[in-house]
């Protein structure tokens, strides 16, 4: 056995590992994936049975009597308002809520994480504190509140308070800022550029990361919330999807098939979005590159 | 017009323009809802009239007369010492698998983050019930093993650990939140070190463990909290049962304060929890000055 | 910073329109909790009377059953509660004691709800210390619906009624021909009809204790159950297949104890064809335990500034065919008896059976009268009922008598308290 010939079988086989370990790991991940995403299979095939079978063939994904039924029943909506019209609430809500958040989030953590001004650690801590209060009780009393301030009834208090900022958020992107070096801040400060300067054109790009997962959550969040929606919304037109879905269960009878249905529509604007922003987040990279 | 631009670019003043949405918001939206739920504690408040005072009352009974309380206090302290370090780890190692960038990996991420979307969802809960019911899947591969079929819902000692799994298994926020930290250190660190000859794993607890200490701080903190004021699972799956066995606190919580209408009680209930969350909190922030690694702060 | 009020501004100028109702019309507000039938035909309806009534705009709300009352306490405690609101036997005593709901007496006896069609009874039954609170929709009994093929395939033939101890026979002998399991009954609702067998209730008439003192009531019914594990048809806790109560019926128990006006939705939730049983009482029964019950009420709010305008859509949805004609049966068999003549012919096959079965009941010698709402404590006591037959499903218990007696004190304890608040 030559020396080359040594050479090329290691290459060989060094190439072949590579390929295998690959191999591996997109199996390995799309089996997890699959585990992962069993309830959603399931939902969605539950969604495209008659409510009779969905119990009785519970395991099968496939179903024995495929039906669009469930999908017509629950488009229909209640008392001709269509789902339409609370997916369109929804998106309304979650996009300004997002916005709000998000834009908050970003200006609040960079004033906690870059700048020392009397009091900081006062206000950080009341922002921490916040967090600790299960919502359950503040309920009633922001109900009062927003009651007093003529609030109930409109969208104003599922978004608003998004606009000043949320404590987790700001946290969250905090601990991002704290990470990144002072070194440009301080020279960009020495060539005379002001903190809001710094804050738009040398933070900013470098939390792009983080700003999106805040959007991400926010948007999901706001999404999925219907205890917002069941206090402070009255005219059933406002109400918002996710409360609307809760509107196919009585005490006794729960139209599942129509819940499954519009629960499984109800996925789609969030799943866009997470495509939508994913594409982002890699991105963000790029000019992360810039850093270095 | 020049002296104002100065003044507002005085790193004070600054501060305060930069969280000032921050302290309005806390004044308008939270400092009176939470202060009042504060007074309440000490009212007999039950939502359809008018609250009396009546002192410690709440607390007198919390500590030694209801029965569901230690009980459900132990059930969610149990709850989280379990389930917080499982997870965190869980999705940090999912988060390093995901980070590699391949084209099927956006599809993988979805994936994995799909069972967080879905949350609270009735289809979750039932899915989940079905998984673990004594004619389900689970226990139909338990069988075809020659084992013996496992009542998982039904069993006092094992349906906590159910509701955990689910728990765990809707780890994508934490996952994403990892993710995007491991996205966000540099990748000239990365290629200094395998120039250095720096294998992978080396290299994550070499340079990535560190640089992401923050984001597992936050990570820390956030799962904490929400385990300890876990609510859904409980509620949406098991209502408490069996034998109380899953009785969260905050379900326990809810149960007085909206079933029952005992607002007053349960807003004590929920000071009782502030308390306690805040200790572990200030815990875990006095011993981040060990372990956190801030690039920003050098240390 | 400017902007970005400027931006908040006119986003609570852009979001916070709120519209005015006009001057001259008056506008009332209606809350109730259903699915999505209820929802469409109680809007239509509401429509309905709008035409009818065109001085007089419905501003309507609706929710499902589990939000429905945190959203009603929430608007209390903000002083926004609708002006007619629909109410639950549950719940009635403590929103009535909390002074949330309006006298209804002046509007009975000015006609502006007409009660001269409605069996004294009925109208009784939505009173708290003899006041009129609640003006219940219609009536309802708890019954046994069973499946006719399974007992066909156990070849046997259903009686007319039957007691507790042949429905515990029946249980075995389908056990031994099918293998189909069953279950003892050994719910809250059990107790509360034990108890009515035997001249007492759950709760006494005052209020005050629950209304009987003998452990063995309970001891009976959950020796039922120790009977059935023993012989087989009573599967033990745990092991059903069945995610939600309808599907009970479909893979684990040929019967289940619901109330009247759910049959269609149990048939169509599990697709099994249903009939019905009048409840079993024990064979040494003093008296029938099947009562009507109010399905749900309608209630105006105390502090509602058209109590005037409430009364005459309360007035509609009681005695209004045209509105019966858009909701038949939705909210259980009306109680105006013009009304149920009214519906009789046009009635489709389900509720024929609901209607013959309600007849039947009414017969002498086949029901009671009807007991107090529920106190304002049922809710704790429920949880407390469900924990201490938890334990004897877990077969944790070996004295039952003791066991019931704990619970009885406890329970006894739980009013007290709940009292002197």
Not at chain 1, 231 to 247: D, F, H, M, V
Not at chain 2, 62 to 72: I, L, P, T
Not at chain 3, 72 to 93: F, S
Not at chain 3, 327 to 350: C, F, Q, V, Y
Request: aromatic residues 14%; glycine residues 8%; contains cysteine.
């Amino acid at each position: 056995m030559t020396a080359t010939t040594a050479k090329v079988k290691k290459y060989r086989s060094m190439r072949r590992a590579k390929i295998r370990s690959t191999i591996i790991y997109h199996v390995l991940v799309t089996m997890m994936s699959f585990l992962m995403l069993y309830p959603l299979f399931w939902m969605v095939s539950s969604s495209f049975k008659p409510n009779t079978e969905i119990f009785v063939n519970v395991t099968s994904l496939i179903p024995i009597d495929f039906t669009m039924e469930n999908y017509v029943t629950g488009w229909k909506g209640f008392a001709e308002l269509s789902f339409g019209v609370f997916f369109k609430n929804s998106i309304l809500v979650a996009v300004i809520a997002t916005i709000g958040s998000t834009f908050s989030a970003a200006v609040c953590a960079f004033g906690f994480a870059r700048l020392r001004f009397p009091g900081r650690n006062i206000w950080f801590v009341a922002m921490i504190i916040t967090m600790m209060l299960p919502g359950q009780v503040m309920m009633i009393p922001r109900f009062v509140l927003f009651n007093e301030m003529g609030w109930v009834g409109t969208f104003l208090p599922l978004t608003v308070p998004a606009f000043f900022g949320g404590a987790f958020d700001i946290f969250l992107v905090m601990q991002f800022i704290r990470g990144i070096p002072r070194d440009m801040d301080e020279a960009a400060r020495i060539d005379g550029c002001s903190w809001y300067g710094i804050f738009f054109y040398i933070i900013i790009p470098m939390i792009v990361p983080a700003l999106v997962t805040v959007a991400v959550l926010t948007f999901i969040g706001s999404w999925g919330d219907f205890m917002g929606s069941l206090l402070y919304l009255n005219k059933p037109k406002y109400y918002t999807s996710a409360y609307a879905l809760k509107l196919f269960a009585d005490a006794a009878f729960t139209d599942y098939g129509a819940t499954f249905a519009m629960s499984t529509l109800s996925l789609i604007p969030i799943l866009t979005i997470f495509f939508f922003f994913q594409k982002n987040l890699v991105e963000g990279i790029s000019i992360q590159g810039l850093k270095g | 017009m020049k002296k104002l631009s100065e003044i507002m670019d005085r790193e004070k003043v600054a501060g305060y323009v930069f969280v000032m949405p921050f302290i309005i918001g806390l004044f308008v939206f939270t400092v009176i809802p939470f202060f009042t739920s504060l007074y309440l504690a000490f009212t007999d408040y039950n939502v359809l009239s008018e609250p009396n005072w009546i002192g410690f009352d709440n607390f007198k009974r919390m500590f030694f007369e209801d029965k569901h309380f230690w009980n459900s206090f132990w059930i969610t302290f149990r709850f989280a010492l379990i389930q917080v370090p499982i997870k965190l780890c869980f999705s940090l190692g999912v988060a390093l698998i995901l980070a590699r960038a391949t084209k099927a990996t956006g599809v993988y991420r979805a994936a994995f983050y799909i069972p967080s979307l879905m949350g609270g969802s009735v289809a979750v809960a039932l899915t989940w019930k079905q998984l673990f019911a004594f004619k389900g899947p689970i226990n139909a591969v338990i069988t075809a093993f020659g084992g013996k079929a496992v009542k998982f819902m039904n069993n006092p000692k094992i349906t906590l650990y159910v509701l955990i799994g689910l728990g765990i298994w809707q780890f994508g926020s934490s996952m994403l939140i990892f993710l995007a930290a491991i996205k966000n250190v540099p990748a000239s660190y990365h290629e200094a070190a395998i120039v250095d000859g720096a294998g992978p794993v080396t290299r994550f607890f070499k340079i990535v463990l560190p640089m992401i200490t923050p984001i597992f701080f936050f990570n820390l903190i956030n799962q904490t909290i929400g385990a300890f004021q876990a609510f859904n699972s409980s509620y949406l799956i098991t209502g408490g049962g069996p034998l109380n066995s899953t009785l969260y606190y905050a379900v326990h919580l809810y149960n007085r304060a909206f079933t029952n209408y005992e607002m007053g009680y349960g807003s004590a209930m929920a000071w009782f929890m502030l308390l306690v969350i805040g200790a572990f909190t200030a815990l875990i922030f006095r011993s981040s000055s060990a372990w956190v690694y801030y690039e920003s702060e050098g240390k | 910073m400017k902007r970005i009020l400027a931006a908040i501004l006119s986003l609570v100028l852009l979001l916070g329109c709120v519209s005015f109702a006009s001057a001259e019309e008056t506008t009332i507000r209606m809350l109730w909790w259903g699915s999505q039938t209820r929802h469409d035909v109680t809007v239509a309806a509401v429509n309905k009377f709008m035409e009818k009534y065109p001085d007089i705009k419905v501003e309507v709300e609706y929710s499902d059953w589990g939000g429905y009352w945190s959203k009603l306490a929430t608007q209390v405690a903000g002083g926004t509660e609708p002006d007619v609101i629909a109410m639950d036997y549950a719940y009635l005593a403590q929103y009535a004691g909390n002074g949330v709901l309006a006298d209804l007496t002046p509007y009975y006896e000015s006609g502006a709800i007409d009660i001269s069609d409605a069996a004294a009874s009925m109208i009784d039954s939505g009173k708290i210390n003899d006041i009129p609170y609640a003006i219940p929709t219609g009536s309802n009994a708890f019954v046994w619906m069973y499946r006719p093929d399974v007992v066909e395939a156990a070849g046997l033939t259903m009686p007319e009624k039957m007691t507790q101890e042949e429905m515990i026979e029946m249980n075995k002998i389908v056990y031994e021909k099918t293998g189909r399991t069953n279950h003892a009954h050994t719910g809250l609702d059990n107790v509360r009809n034990t108890a009515r067998n035997f001249g007492g209730n759950l709760y006494n008439d005052e209020g005050t204790a629950l209304g009987f003192t003998d452990p063995q009531l309970l001891v009976r019914i959950w020796e039922n159950y120790n009977k059935g594990l023993e012989e087989g048809w009573q599967l033990p806790v745990g092991e059903g297949t069945a995610a939600t109560s309808f599907d009970d019926l479909v893979a684990d128990y040929w019967m289940g104890a619901h109330w009247t006006n759910e049959l269609a939705a149990y048939e169509s939730g599990n697709g099994c064809e249903l009939k019905m049983l009048p409840w079993t009482d024990w064979s040494d029964a003093q008296q029938p335990a099947t009562y009507f019950k109010p399905s749900m009420f309608w209630s105006i709010t105390e502090r509602s500034e058209k109590k005037d305008a409430a009364a005459v859509l309360i007035n509609f949805f009681e005695n209004d065919p045209d509105c019966f004609d858009i909701i038949g049966l939705d909210r259980a068999m009306p109680i105006s008896s013009k009304i149920r003549a009214h519906l009789a012919p046009n009635l489709d096959e389900n509720s024929q059976e609901i209607a013959a079965m309600l007849d039947y009941l009414a017969l002498e010698g086949n029901s009671s009268p009807i007991m107090k709402p529920d106190i304002a404590a049922h809710a704790d006591i429920n949880t407390l009922w469900g924990e201490y037959n938890e334990q004897v499903q877990y077969g944790l218990v070996d004295d039952l008598t003791a066991h019931a007696q704990a619970f009885i004190d406890e329970a006894n304890d739980i009013i007290t308290k709940s009292l002197s608040k």
